[in-house]
């Protein structure tokens, strides 16, 4: 049973950090891409962040970059998004997504929301 589960989301004034968590089992973790979207209310999913299988390379969406990491633990099937200097336009509910050629997973999601 693949399973995909978030943690780490709450409620945090501007400028605050979470860190979100997304544990996984079932598959492969190691031989997967792993990716962190969102999706506000009334908006479509977007990707956050990416990180590849092998390399470790990452990639970013432009409103993220510099205060957003995303990481991975292969040796706890685990992966990571420290999200610094929280704005409020990043209010979402935030999905754990692992990808590998035809291969999808999702996540149920973590709510985040920004607001003082």
């Known amino acids: 049973q693949v399973q995909l589960v978030e943690s780490g989301g709450g409620l945090v004034q501007p400028g605050g950090s979470l860190r979100l968590s997304c544990a996984a089992s079932?598959?492969?973790?190691?031989?997967?891409?792993m990716n962190w979207y969102r999706q506000a209310p009334g908006k479509e999913r977007e990707l956050v962040a990416g990180?590849?299988?092998?390399?470790?390379?990452?990639t970013y969406r432009d409103s993220v970059k510099g205060r957003f990491t995303i990481s991975r633990d292969n040796a706890k099937n685990t992966v990571y998004l420290q999200m610094n200097g929280l704005k409020p336009e990043d209010t979402a509910v935030y999905y754990c997504?692992?990808?590998?050629?035809?291969?999808?997973?999702w996540g149920q999601g973590t709510q985040v929301t920004v607001s003082s």
């Open positions: 997504n692992a990808v590998r050629y035809s291969y999808n997973y």
């Open positions: 079932g598959f492969a973790f190691s031989s997967y891409a």
């Open positions: 990180i590849f299988s092998v390399g470790g390379s990452t």
